[in-house]
């Protein structure tokens, strides 16, 4: 929403003053029913006090694919596309988006195509979505090509879930590892130091090891939580870099175990939206472009992009992806089948859903094969610094058996 700075007269005389609106055609509109005469108006530029600041796409996925339901409903009971962006303006729970649907409502107002209107909103719309869209005004299959959006989305969604609940557990699992074993390092065992020293006599190598990492830890802490700041920057600047993202992506897909799973993840989300934009009369150059950017892996990446060059110079897609490790046989193969039969969509489609699946089962096991583990790790931690508390402990009541 814009916020505008107008001056003008009513019957009263001059005017001026700020009205919110989401165009300066909204803002006339509203200050003519007023009953005010414009003489003047602006858009007032957006401050860092009062400008929304989002990373990534604001609108939560669940609120978008009820708006392509919403959307694809209103579109076959006969409601024009102009006021069911309307409607869906008024009912969406997601602030972001209901500001953008305004802003298109008045765009679609002033004649412009509903393609041309939501490519204005990158934020909120992906290429994917402004192609499809772009092509079903085309082929006058609006309806049908929303509710393919909302299919392709939700199983994005659904596989993004899976990866991210099978990742939690570990990660939850180490934060907590990780902060148990400082506070055991900084206010347990420094009560323990002054008994060993009264002791005397040489400590066991764990204990002495315990004793100087609690030291250590009491001492540079903050060189600690420094360190691991810096690492955290390194890598969000790392991947802001196409060249040196690539290096993490790469480190990423073949980590064991995680690896592979990542590599399913990012297969069914590539031949997914192949999928869903062939299936939309999208060009097939035009569709590996979109796909090589919003596959988020520049290893794949590259070989789509590889892949496009091929088609280019008029050979198969597959050329690139038969030389390249990430690509299995069974996506080459099928990819071929759909070329030659000329149902490459439906092929794309079958391996996306393979895959899918192959995440929703690896991701099960993983949890199982890692809870175990991470429990393991974490009694080992925990009790390799008891250990060493406690051996030189029972070394001292022996001694004190002995003397009495």
Avoid at 210 to 232: D, R, Y
Wanted: aromatic fraction near 8%.
């Amino acid at each position: 929403m814009a916020r505008f700075k107008y001056s003008g007269r009513d019957k009263r005389g001059k005017r001026q003053g700020t009205i919110n609106s989401s165009s300066r055609r909204e803002a006339l509109l509203k200050l003519k029913e007023e009953g005010i005469r414009i003489n003047d108006i602006t858009e007032i530029p957006e401050s860092i006090l009062t400008k929304d600041i989002t990373f990534g796409n604001p609108v939560k996925l669940e609120h978008f694919v009820i708006y392509l339901r919403q959307f694809s409903t209103l579109l076959k009971a006969g409601v024009t596309v102009v006021d069911a962006t309307a409607i869906l303006a008024e009912q969406t729970e997601s602030k972001a988006l209901k500001k953008a649907l305004i802003v298109i409502e008045q765009d679609l107002r002033e004649g412009n195509p509903l393609s041309e209107s939501v490519r204005k909103q990158k934020k909120i719309f992906s290429p994917i979505f402004v192609s499809m869209i772009k092509a079903g005004e085309a082929g006058g299959n609006m309806d049908e090509t929303l509710e393919r959006l909302a299919v392709h989305f939700e199983k994005q969604h659904h596989t993004r879930q899976k990866i991210i609940s099978s990742l939690t557990y570990p990660l939850v699992i180490g934060i907590i590892a990780i902060a148990v074993v400082i506070f055991l390092l900084v206010s347990i065992v420094p009560t323990f130091v002054k008994m060993f020293a009264d002791m005397g006599g040489e400590l066991p190598a764990i204990t002495q090891f315990v004793l100087n990492a609690s030291s250590f830890m009491q001492k540079f802490w903050w060189l600690l939580a420094l360190i691991m700041i810096l690492f955290s920057v390194v890598i969000v600047y790392m991947r802001k870099s196409k060249e040196t993202k690539f290096y993490l992506d790469y480190a990423a897909l073949r980590l064991p175990i995680f690896g592979k799973m990542l590599q399913k993840a990012v297969l069914a989300r590539m031949t997914r939206t192949l999928s869903s934009l062939f299936s939309s009369s999208v060009p097939i150059l035009q569709a590996m472009t979109i796909v090589e950017d919003v596959v988020e892996n520049e290893v794949i990446a590259r070989v789509i992009r590889d892949s496009r060059d091929s088609l280019e110079k008029g050979l198969s897609m597959t050329l690139p992806m038969k030389r390249h490790w990430a690509f299995p046989p069974l996506v080459t193969q099928m990819i071929s089948i759909g070329e030659e039969s000329g149902a490459l969509d439906s092929m794309l489609d079958k391996i996306a859903d393979f895959y899918e699946k192959e995440v929703d089962i690896g991701t099960d096991r993983l949890k199982s094969l890692i809870e175990p583990i991470m429990i393991v790790v974490l009694a080992c931690l925990i009790g390799g610094i008891v250990t060493s508390i406690m051996v030189p402990m029972f070394d001292m009541f022996n001694q004190f058996d002995k003397k009495y």
